[in-house]
C-alpha cells in the first residue's frame, strides 16, 4: 500500500470594529498545507489508521501506537516510526466529556507529558496534534507508546480517531 497524505486548514476571524485581529490570527495561527509522500523519512508517511471507537459507561482503554487495530485490511497498524498527525472528534451526541491522557503503563509521553495532562474531550469537539516541521514527528517507542480513553459518561460514549505517522 503506498500512501500520499495531505492536511490543510485555514483559521479566520474577521470583527466589524476598530481593531483588526485578523494579522495577528494569522501569524499566531499560520495556514497549513502539508504533505506527506510514501516513506519513514523526513517529509514522509507510510502508516495512517481511522477508526470509531465505543466506550461503554465509566470505561477507560489504551491504544497502543504500534499495534493500532482494526487497522487497513485487518492489519495492524504501526506508529513506531513517529506520529506526524493525530486528531481525535467527540461527537455532539456524546452524553459527557472522553478524557485523553497518557496510559499508565509505557505513557506515550511524547505530547501529554505526564499522568496529570489531560485533555477534556467535551462533545462536538475536535482536538489536533500536529507536527508542522515536515521532517519532524513525535516519537514512539516500546517504552512510550500507549494513550488512554476515559469515558467518564454514565452511558456509552464515541470518539473518531486519525493517525498519520510512519512505522519504523
Known amino acids: 500500500m503506498s500512501l500520499t497524505t495531505r492536511f490543510k486548514t485555514l483559521l479566520s476571524a474577521i470583527m ?7 494579522g495577528a490570527i494569522r501569524e499566531a495561527f499560520p495556514d497549513l498545507d502539508i504533505r506527506w509522500t510514501d516513506g ?10 481511522f477508526a470509531s471507537r465505543d466506550l461503554p459507561a465509566a470505561t477507560a482503554e489504551n491504544l497502543d501506537l504500534t499495534a493500532l487495530t482494526p487497522g487497513p485490511n485487518g492489519v495492524a497498524v504501526d506508529m513506531s516510526g513517529g506520529v506526524k498527525l493525530l486528531a481525535v472528534h467527540f461527537p455532539e451526541t456524546n452524553p459527557g466529556v472522553i478524557e485523553i491522557k ?3 503503563t509505557t505513557p506515550w509521553l511524547a505530547y501529554l507529558k505526564d499522568a496529570t495532562d489531560i485533555i477534556q474531550g467535551q462533545p462536538g469537539t475536535t482536538a489536533y496534534l500536529i507536527i508542522n ?12 507508546k500507549l494513550l488512554n480513553f476515559n469515558n467518564l459518561a454514565a452511558s456509552q460514549g464515541t470518539y473518531k480517531i486519525l493517525a498519520i505517522g510512519a512505522a519504523s
Open 102 to 104: 497518557p496510559g499508565a
Open 133 to 144: 516541521a515536515l521532517a519532524g514527528q513525535y516519537p514512539v517507542s516500546a517504552g512510550a
Open 16 to 22: 466589524d470594529a476598530a481593531d483588526d485581529y485578523e
Open 40 to 49: 519513514n523519512g523526513d517529509n514522509q508517511a507510510n502508516a495512517f489508521y
